[in-house]
């Protein structure tokens, strides 16, 4: 699996500064269109490079420091390019879709931003349920209520 730090600041460079490292775009691409199912589907992305190991198992002597490198390198370049070749088409296409159906502006707005959030919730969703999250997380919420349960009895049982 890839360490959480490559990950973390791939989705700080992007989500947070709005930058790209490896693939620059003309500004011109992005004006008039939601940025909230981007994000969705970016963060859905880094879910499941979080679940897949990235650095090939011949590689696997490299120092943590060399990992982290390599690991922080992929993690830039398989989101931007998901978002360049996956999301970025998917969204060209539903603005044509859209531009075909003959709506005024402002419902051409609202159309996009709710079908691309719905997307971006899709995509998270199918991945969530692809690298088993929500079971991941009811084991780690079933070992915290036990550790919880069980200092709490130690606590009060020593004052009694």
């Given amino acids: 699996m890839t360490s959480p730090p490559p990950i973390l600041l791939a989705c700080f460079v992007h989500l947070v500064l709005h930058t790209t ?17 981007s994000q969705i589907f970016y963060l859905s992305v880094m879910d499941l490079l979080c679940d897949s190991e990235v650095i090939p198992k011949h590689w696997r002597r490299v120092p943590p420091w060399g990992k982290f490198v390599l690991e922080t390198i992929l ?19 539903l603005l ?17 931003h709710i079908s691309t959030v719905g ?15 929500p ?20 606590i009060f049982a020593d004052k009694k």
């Fill in 96 to 112: 044509d879709l859209i531009k075909w159906t003959g709506l005024d502006y402002p419902s051409k707005l609202l159309v996009l």
């Fill in 21 to 37: 490292l490896f693939i620059q775009l003309d500004p011109d691409v992005f004006k008039g269109t939601p940025i909230l199912g």
């Fill in 119 to 133: 997307i971006g919730i899709i995509s998270a969703v199918t991945v969530a349920a692809v690298t088993n999250r």
């Fill in 75 to 93: 993690a830039f370049l398989i989101g931007e390019f998901s978002m360049v070749l996956v999301w970025l088409s998917m969204e060209r296409l």
């Fill in 135 to 154: 079971a991941k997380i009811q084991k780690t919420g079933r070992k915290i209520w036990s550790t919880a349960k069980y200092n709490w009895q130690a």
